[in-house]
Structure formats: structure tokens, C-alpha cells
């Protein structure tokens, strides 16, 4: 094979294996393959060359317990190989792309992205408006691309030759999802899942993200659950957090009354049909008034209208020179975000 790999098939079989991909390429085939023996030549032969694997998958309910298992077995071994062979490529290559001179020239571009990004925040709101377009976000960017390595740009660099190993696992992957599916297999593990959610746990640690704020981060999906948390909610603080430590700056915790608060700030907005940080409601006038009567303590506060979404409500604070500069303040502890409709409220604590 190509990729240097091989589907273990039983040795009975290689004849037919060679037999039966002749007749394949030939354009011979006058009947679909049924004995196991020819469908796993048929998997070994559609793997190398490519070609889809339903028809083979769809197969497999017409089969007998007894060749299921057969193929079962054989699909494990190759299984085994294959794809551990694949994520020992993929993080052997993540590695050589974070290491030598590249990282050292990687660090310095970082500090001076960071050092653009903080001397734009500094700036006088004025001037700061186009230059959160021109600067800010490309550095952001930027940032993300260097920090949070992504599974797919460690593939794009690695070339063909990793590309063809994670076809091959993949292709295998799919087929073996199948053929447990079909023999009723226990577990529900998703081969694919697994390729990919190493890849992903491989390029995760690779993130050159403050440690201590990753582990807030953690800490606050855990306190999201526990307080029953909307999930877009969540989301929107875990963006904001992500930028915030992407720019060296510490990641906040999630204070679930501070979400309480926010919350019933753009409820009020929505149904009273106000949009300002005052809000004419008894007991209520002020962020620190509603933050008090949530049980909490907090003074910045961002306000948005016009999205479901927290990203783009995230977006919208983000090129706002007033909001932005409450988003990135190296003084904040504490963040809550809450959301009716298309009203959101980000509030901050110390």
C-alpha cells in the first residue's frame, strides 16, 4: 500500500484479495462480494484506491452472525494498527511544527501582536475605532492561529503523506462503525470520534494559553452546570475568555448572580422597550444596584441589541471602543453575561 500500512487480512485470503481487485479494476465484477473473505479484499482494495465504502456497509446486514464475526475480527486487528499508527504520525508531525527555531520565532511574533493589541486599547477612544478594524482584530487573529494550533492547519502543513495515513483510518474508521453496528457490537464508541478527538486533544495541548486561565475556564463550565447556565450564555463567556488569555490577560470567573443579574437587565430592556445602562425600574436604576439586588457585587457593564447570538454580541463589544475596553480590563476578576431575546448584558466584577 502506499501509505506503508496494510489491512491484516488472514493469509487464506490474499489470493482471493489479489484475484478480487483485478476483477474490480478490470470492470469485470459481475456480483457484489458476500463471502467475508472477498469483503474484506473489497475493503483492502476500496481503501487503497479511495472509493466509497457503503455499498460494502450496506452489505453487512444480509450476513450471517458467523461472518460478521469473522470480519469483525479481522477489522480489529487492522484496526488497532491503523489507526494508532495514523495518531502517532499526526502528533509526532503537531510536535515538529511547535518546536526548534519555528516556536522561537512564533514567541516573538506572539509579544509583538500582544504588545499592538494593548497600545491600540490604550488609545483614546477616538482614534481607537478604526484601529480596533485595522489592528486589534487582525492581531487577534493572528494570535489564535499561533496559540490554539487546530487540528486541521497541523494537517494542511504535515503534506499528503499524513493526509493519506487519516484517509486510510478514516475510510477504516467508517467501515468499522459499520460492521459493529451490524453485529450489534457493545458500546457505542465512534471510530471516527476517536481519530478526531485525538487529533483534537493533540493539538489542545499544544496551546501555549496560560495554564492557570484554562483551568478557570474548567472551573467555569463545571459552575455553568451546577447553575443550570443557558448554554449560550456560556459560550459567549468562554469566547470572552479565550480572547482575554489569548492577549495575556487573565481569564475571569464565571459569578452565576452576576448572570442573574445581566439576565433580568436585558429582559427588562425587551419587554419594557428601553436599550441604557439606567434602567427606570424601582431598585434597579443602576449595574451595581441590579448586581446588589442579585446578591452580588459589580460596576462595568456592556450592553447589545440585535442578535441571538454571543458571538455576535462579543463582536459588536469587540469594535466598540467604550465596550471593548470593559471586555479587556486587566482589573476585572469576575464576569457574568445574560441574555432575552436579542438583548444580552456582559457585566464585571473586581
Not at 301 to 317: D, F, L, T, V
Amino acid at each position: 500500500m502506499k501509505s506503508g500500512l496494510r489491512i491484516v487480512i488472514l493469509p487464506a485470503m490474499k489470493l482471493c484479495a489479489t484475484l478480487f481487485a483485478l476483477t474490480l479494476l478490470s470492470g469485470g465484477a459481475s456480483a457484489a462480494p458476500r463471502a467475508p473473505d472477498e469483503i474484506l479484499s473489497a475493503v483492502q482494495t476500496r481503501l487503497e484506491s479511495g472509493e466509497s465504502l457503503d455499498e460494502l456497509i450496506a452489505m453487512l446486514d444480509d450476513l450471517p452472525s458467523s461472518d460478521l464475526n469473522t470480519i469483525q475480527a479481522e477489522v480489529e486487528k487492522a484496526w488497532d494498527e491503523i489507526h494508532r499508527a495514523y495518531i502517532s504520525a499526526f502528533e509526532a508531525e503537531a510536535k515538529e511544527q511547535n518546536s526548534g527555531a519555528l516556536r522561537q520565532e512564533n514567541k516573538k511574533l506572539v509579544r509583538e501582536l500582544r504588545k499592538q493589541f494593548h497600545e491600540v486599547r490604550d488609545l483614546p477612544e477616538g482614534p481607537m475605532k478604526e484601529a480596533l478594524k485595522k489592528i486589534s482584530m487582525p492581531a487577534m487573529d493572528q494570535l489564535r492561529e499561533l496559540l490554539l494550533p487546530r487540528s486541521s492547519r497541523i494537517l494542511e502543513i504535515g503534506g499528503p503523506a499524513l493526509k493519506q495515513k487519516r484517509d486510510l483510518a478514516l475510510g477504516l474508521a467508517k467501515f468499522r462503525n459499520g460492521i459493529r453496528t451490524a453485529n450489534v457490537a457493545t458500546g457505542e464508541e465512534d471510530s471516527i470520534a476517536v481519530i478526531t478527538g485525538a487529533e483534537q486533544k493533540i493539538a489542545e495541548d499544544l496551546s501555549d494559553l496560560d495554564r492557570e486561565g484554562l483551568r478557570i475556564m474548567a472551573d467555569n463550565r463545571q459552575i455553568a452546570e451546577k447553575a443550570e447556565l443557558p448554554e449560550a450564555e456560556r459560550l459567549g463567556i468562554e469566547e470572552l475568555n479565550t480572547m482575554r488569555l489569548l492577549v495575556e490577560l487573565r481569564a475571569l470567573r464565571l459569578d452565576p448572580k452576576l448572570c442573574t443579574a445581566a439576565r433580568g437587565h436585558s429582559t427588562d430592556m425587551q419587554e419594557h422597550k428601553f436599550f441604557s445602562h439606567t434602567s427606570p425600574l424601582p431598585g434597579e436604576s443602576s449595574p451595581s444596584d441590579r448586581a446588589s439586588k442579585a446578591g452580588t457585587s459589580g460596576g462595568g457593564e456592556n450592553i447589545y441589541m440585535g442578535s441571538k447570538s454571543p458571538h455576535s454580541a462579543n463582536m459588536g463589544w469587540f469594535y466598540s471602543p467604550g465596550h471593548h475596553k470593559n471586555m479587556f480590563n486587566p482589573g476585572y476578576a469576575r464576569v457574568g453575561l445574560g441574555n432575552h431575546g436579542i438583548h444580552w448584558t456582559q457585566m464585571f466584577g473586581g
